[in-house]
Each structure stands twice: as structure tokens, then as C-alpha cells.
């Protein structure tokens, strides 16, 4: 059974730092590529970041490239999502995914290429 657990979402002001933690379970990381993605209020879900197995590379959205850092942590099994200078638009629900293609797709980080998701955790920013 795949599994996925995000944490580390907290209220947070603007322009400080944050880090989310996607926990997968035990080898994930050699046969899944894993995304980040954001739903916020009202708004529909959207990509934010993708790391392919074993951390070979990496995708982002090209909106918010620059402020995003994806990274892992094959011991831990363990994808992170960095996130500075936070702004209030970052307030949403982050989930992450594991897609069985492996590789990132370049075209960008597309919900359809994901079929196992997370429960979300919640970012506030406030100013």
C-alpha cells in the first residue's frame, strides 16, 4: 500500500520561510516521482513542484519557480517542499503525490500524471 503524509503546514507571517515534509512509505522513492500541489480557496489545484525517484531531477512550475525548492531524503523516505519569502497568495492546502511514470514530466506537474495523494496539510500566511 502507497502512502503519503504531508506535515509541517503551519500559520506563518509573510515573508518568512517554511518547510513541508511529504512521508512516504518504505521504497516509494525508487519507482515514484513525487509532487507538490496547492488548492486555495477557490481556486483550482495547482502544480507546484516534482522531484523524479531517487531525487534524479526535478520540475517546477514555471509561476513560481524561484521561491520553491523541492528536495529528499531517500533514508528517510522523506520529500521536502522549501518555501521562502512566503506570501499571503501561498495560503492553501499543499498535497503531495506519487506518480508511477518515475520521471518528472517537463511539460510541467500535471494532477493527471498523480494517482496516490496525501491528506494535505495547511499553510496560513498572514502579513
Known amino acids: 500500500q502507497l502512502q503519503l503524509v504531508e506535515s509541517g503546514g503551519d500559520l506563518v507571517q509573510s515573508g518568512g520561510s517554511l518547510r513541508l515534509s511529504c512521508t512516504a512509505s518504505?521504497?516509494?522513492?525508487?519507482?515514484?516521482?513525487i509532487g507538490w500541489f496547492r488548492r486555495a480557496p477557490g481556486k483550482e489545484r495547482e502544480g507546484v513542484a516534482c522531484?523524479?525517484?531517487?531525487?534524479?531531477?526535478?520540475v517546477y512550475a514555471d509561476a513560481l519557480k524561484g521561491r520553491f525548492t523541492i528536495s529528499s531524503d531517500y533514508a528517510k523516505h522523506t520529500v521536502y517542499l522549501q518555501i521562502t519569502t512566503v506570501q499571503p497568495e501561498d495560503t492553501a492546502v499543499y498535497y503531495c503525490?506519487?506518480?508511477?511514470?518515475?520521471?518528472?514530466?517537463?511539460?510541467?506537474?500535471?494532477?493527471?500524471?498523480?494517482?496516490?495523494w496525501g491528506q494535505g496539510t495547511q499553510v496560513t500566511v498572514f502579513s
Open positions: 522531484i523524479s525517484r531517487r531525487g534524479s531531477s526535478t
Open positions: 503525490a506519487a506518480s508511477i511514470l518515475g520521471l518528472c514530466q517537463q511539460v510541467g506537474v500535471r494532477s493527471s500524471d498523480f494517482g496516490s
Open positions: 518504505e521504497r516509494t522513492l525508487d519507482y515514484y516521482a
